[in-house]
Structure formats: structure tokens, C-alpha cells
Nanobody
Framework: VQLQASGGGLVQAGGSLRLSCAASGRTFSRHTMAWFRQAPGKDREFVATITWSGGTTYYTDSVKGRFTISRDNAKNTVYLQMNSLKPEDTAVYYC????????????????WGQGTLVTVSS
């Protein structure tokens, strides 16, 4: 599976962005998908994950109620809708995929996109 993330940019605090992650490969629909982020000087951290069917999602506490992960298996794409953005959301956002069940650790994912930069100004 190859992943291509897009949709990042510069937004003011309180604004919204939608990230997309397009996947190649016929087995996309069998993969758990996730979003991680990495701010400068910090470790990569888990943001959200969604099971292959889309039936189960899980979020890190800091984004609950503001971010929504979704997927369209017909389009081989996973999305991250980000609302009420805060300066502390500034980071490079990465999508990830794995055939195993969902995991909040980066080591739990075998496939990674190249990242897209989100900058939230105050």
C-alpha cells in the first residue's frame, strides 16, 4: 500500500482543514488507517484511527470533539476533518495503514504517507 497525504496548509486558530490520504493497492479496504502528527522537536504522536469497515474510530483526547476521521473505501481514501484548530495542532500530519487491528503506537503501522504540514496561527 502506498499512501499520499494532502490538504495541509496555514489556517488561523478556530479554523478548519480537511486532510486526505489517497491509497494505492487493491487491499486498502482491509487496512486499519490512522493519522499521526509530529511537531518540531517532538515525537510522533497518535491522532486518530479507523477500522477497515469504518465502524470503529478512536481519538487522542486532545482532538476529541474537534477532529473526525472517516474513510471511503470505494475511493481508497481516508480523511481527517479538523475543526476548531488550535496553535498546538501545528505539526506534520502523517497517514498510516496496517492490516492488523488499530493501534495508537507508530510501530503498529507498516505503511506511511509522506506527511502534510498543518500550521495554525494564533
Amino acid at each position: 500500500v502506498q499512501l499520499q497525504a494532502s490538504g495541509g496548509g496555514l489556517v488561523q486558530a478556530g479554523g478548519s482543514l480537511r486532510l486526505s490520504c489517497a491509497a494505492s493497492g487493491r487491499t486498502f479496504s482491509r487496512h486499519t488507517m490512522a493519522w499521526f502528527r509530529q511537531a518540531p522537536g517532538k515525537d510522533r504522536e497518535f491522532v486518530a484511527t479507523i477500522t477497515w469497515s469504518g465502524g470503529t474510530t478512536y481519538y487522542t483526547d486532545s482532538v476529541k470533539g474537534r477532529f473526525t476521521i472517516s474513510r471511503d473505501n470505494a475511493k481508497n481514501t481516508v480523511y481527517l476533518q479538523m475543526n476548531s484548530l488550535k496553535p498546538e495542532d501545528t505539526a506534520v500530519y502523517y497517514c498510516a495503514a496496517d492490516v492488523a487491528g488499530w493501534d495508537t503506537r507508530p510501530v503498529g503501522y507498516d505503511y506511511w504517507g509522506q506527511g502534510t504540514l498543518v500550521t495554525v496561527s494564533s
